[in-house]
């Protein structure tokens, strides 16, 4: 039985119940987090917490309980689901609102709902061959670095990049690769790891930021600027990192093969170096 957290309580997943006037749901007045987990503990805890302070503090939404105690909450949820390697998806929201009225009324107690899933992304087919993406332009709002639940920009990439044959998109924005509709976008080139720097026109990538820092204790350039797609095509090498892949190799992009068209042995070190400290990190 999946069991599902909501407002304190946990609960069979099937029975957890939101008001259809919660502002998450008319208005996308929501933040969400997805936190991996290996071998029961969860990967870059402390990271996750704290984007989601930022990304609630942006909207002035308060969370209805301390980070720690949603760390806790989220221990729970993975020892009562028995989850070993998998995902914590967590969302926070205004809360109901029975005016339905684009200010909300003070004093609206937030929602907070978690569940999990399992996933076995340490022996996912993209991690041994490899993904392909597709480009297409960046349709999303200002604030990508706020990790809101309007996905419908992605959701649409995700949409076009599969029935042409993609695993991902990559979004692109005057001639510029910004991000994957659900990841961080990396290059290799003889001048290191090229990704772009955060800022508002991207969201900060919890495996991004952990994988750079790796890269660069193992003597790996890290170069954060912007790349075109011409650049993509001419690298070396091309991967993605998020809490649902990890690191995984880009072998074609747009049907064009990048290097030999096979996982690169850069972004294969980077993924072993990421597993080892995910599991040396885990809480």
Known sequence: MNIAYLNGAFLPLADARISVLDRGFLFAEA???????IDGRLIDSASHLARLERSVAAIDLPLPLPPAQIEAAQKELVRRNGVTQGLVYLQVTRGADITRDFLPPEGLEPTLFMFVQ???FLNAPGARDGIAVATMADQRWARRDIKSTGLLAQVMAKRAASAAGAQEAWMVEDGFVTEGASSTAFILTDE???TRPYSRQVLAGCTG???TALAQESGIAIVRRPFTVAEALAAHEAFIASASTLCQSVVRIDGQKIGDGRPGPVAMRLRELYIDFARRTAV
Do not use: H, N, P
Not at 31 to 37: D, G, K, L, N, P
């Open 209 to 211: 930021l952990a994988l």
């Open 31 to 37: 933040i969400y987090e997805v936190a991996a987990v």
């Open 192 to 194: 290191g790891v090229v």
């Open 118 to 120: 399992d996933k076995d």
